[in-house]
């Protein structure tokens, strides 16, 4: 079936250091969201790109999708101890209805 | 806003024993999707629900059912329990489905013994 890969599972970045994880399809997007969940949390939703190569920022992560829209990086600047937790991308294929289907996650942990 | 009211939170269940897991999505939101969340398998699919009409399904058994009422609340069954079926149920509702982005409940913790 239709996957979506993230991979390393586990990150571990000194506090302050620049933060980069990718998530990968062999299928063309129609659309990828970013969610983050907090150890002991449930998923919160941050962002959605849609377009091809669209760029998104807040405050220290920018999004980016793929000129393909089969790929897209989550880059964080100057990673803070808040930033801990696991970053699933979750992608949904062509069509209005499809399901959301959800990455394995990485999980990054920041070393005070 | 109220946010999505997920009950109960915490579960503990008996081999073979059933459960019924209740979702309340957030006012005006009609699309209600079911997650399975395990350390191993990461967020699998469950269901999708949207006015009250399931529009996706994802690879579980069929003791894995589930339905919405009109007022978009949703209800997830498990039938016939299994050790395996340990893990956080969530909920996540959205205005019309994957197009969306999706706000989840704080999950329902099953342990089956």
């Known amino acids: 079936g239709q996957q979506v890969m993230q991979i390393p599972q586990y990150q571990h970045v000194q506090e302050g250091e620049d933060f980069t994880t990718y998530c990968n399809s062999s299928?063309?997007?129609?659309?990828i969201q970013w969610y983050k969940q907090r150890p002991g949390g449930h998923p919160v939703f941050l962002i959605q790109l849609v377009k091809s190569g669209e760029v998104k920022k807040q405050k220290r992560l920018t999004f980016q999708f793929g000129e393909a829209k089969k790929n897209s990086s989550l880059h964080i600047t100057a990673t803070q101890t808040t930033d801990v937790g696991t970053y699933f991308c979750?992608?949904?294929?062509?069509?209005?209805?499809?399901?959301?289907?959800f990455g394995k996650g990485i999980t990054l942990s920041v070393r005070p | 806003k109220a946010g999505v009211t997920q009950t109960p939170r915490y579960l503990i269940k008996t081999r073979g024993q059933q459960v019924t897991l209740s979702c309340s999505p957030i006012?005006?939101?009609?699309?209600v999707s079911w997650y399975q969340q395990t350390p191993g398998q990461g967020l699998q699919f469950l269901f999708e629900?949207?006015?009250?009409?399931?529009?996706n399904k994802g690879n579980f058994p069929g003791r894995f059912s589930g339905r919405q009422f009109s007022n978009s609340r949703s209800e997830m069954n498990v039938s016939t329990l299994e050790l395996g079926d340990s893990a956080l149920y969530l909920c996540?509702?959205?205005?019309?489905?994957?197009?969306?982005?999706?706000?989840f409940g704080s999950g329902t913790r099953l342990t089956v013994v």
């Open positions: 996540a509702s959205s205005l019309a489905g994957s197009p969306h982005g999706y706000t």
């Open positions: 006012s005006g939101h009609r699309s």
């Open positions: 629900y949207f006015s009250e009409t399931q529009r």
């Open positions: 299928t063309t997007l129609s659309n």
């Open positions: 979750a992608v949904s294929y062509t069509g209005a209805n499809s399901k959301l289907t």
